[in-house]
């Protein structure tokens, strides 16, 4: 069930993981229970960057898959994404996977390959969560801040929604915070472009204030990806800005009595 959100829940449990294994291993337990917290780490990450890979397209993520041929309960019952299911390609075609991407699984990826690239990551792993981060970012990098659908028949998703072009939002600051991530990793330039450009053109070294509407998704998304800017971040004026961001998003969320 919910196939349609598995990519972004396993990417938040994958974030998790990698904090398990990163304190676990930095306050010395004993090495079978560090053992177990990196292997169940990659495990993780193996699920999510298999999102792409399923798809044989590069950057191109699925949102979840299943184990099987033909087609899948949404499809046998007409529901709204029977179009969206195709069979995996490759060595992946025992799975049936689910399409229609959109910004929000596009960023919760990249917040848990982030998270487990820093924390977790190491040796072959490392390389392969780069390569993972490289694909998926330029995806829409490369791609004029788009996100397409598999096959390209649909008006692409744009990465930074609705927008002034000078507003910052919290839509924007994923687009900001997925740039970051992959220069972080890769060290590739067009990354970088992308991310001075976000930052320069939404005035974030200036942001004093952030005012947005409450919305418990975005914020959610949001809050995740600050954790990772505010450890791979060294510009202080940046870092202000998206302090503004941090206060703003908990003013809104402060007394929702939720965890």
């Known amino acids: 069930a919910n196939v349609v959100h598995s990519v972004c829940w ?17 306050t010395g337990a004993p090495p079978e229970k560090v053992a177990a917290a990196r292997a169940r780490a990659d495990q993780l990450f193996e699920a999510v960057y298999r999102c792409q890979l399923v798809t044989g397209a590069p950057g191109l993520q699925a949102r979840g898959y299943l184990i099987g041929h033909g087609e899948s309960y949404e499809e046998r019952w007409n529901w709204g994404g029977k179009d969206e299911w195709h069979q995996g390609a490759g060595e992946y075609d025992d799975l049936r996977w689910r399409g229609d991407p ?55 998703e744009p990465i930074l929604g609705l927008t002034d072009g000078k507003t910052l939002n919290t839509r924007v600051m994923m687009a900001i915070a997925g740039a970051r991530v992959a220069h972080h990793a890769t060290g590739n330039p067009k990354f970088k472009a992308v991310y001075d450009q976000l930052i320069e053109q939404y005035a974030v070294r200036n942001l004093r204030e952030f005012e947005t509407e409450k919305d418990f998704d975005d914020a959610e998304h949001v809050f995740c990806h600050l954790e990772n800017l505010f450890r791979i971040e060294d510009d202080p004026e940046i870092l202000r800005g998206f302090r503004a961001v941090l206060d703003g998003l908990w003013g809104n969320h402060k007394d929702d009595a939720h965890s």
């Open 10 to 26: 396993t990417s938040n449990y994958l974030a998790g993981a990698s904090y398990r294994y990163a304190f676990l291993k930095k």
């Open 102 to 156: 959109s910004h929000h699984n596009y960023s919760d990826a990249v917040h848990g390959l982030a998270q487990y690239y820093d924390l977790a990551a190491e040796g072959e792993q490392k390389e392969r969560c780069r390569e993972a981060i490289h694909a998926l970012v330029s995806y829409w990098v490369d791609n004029d801040l788009k996100i397409y659908d598999f096959e390209r028949s649909r008006i692409p």
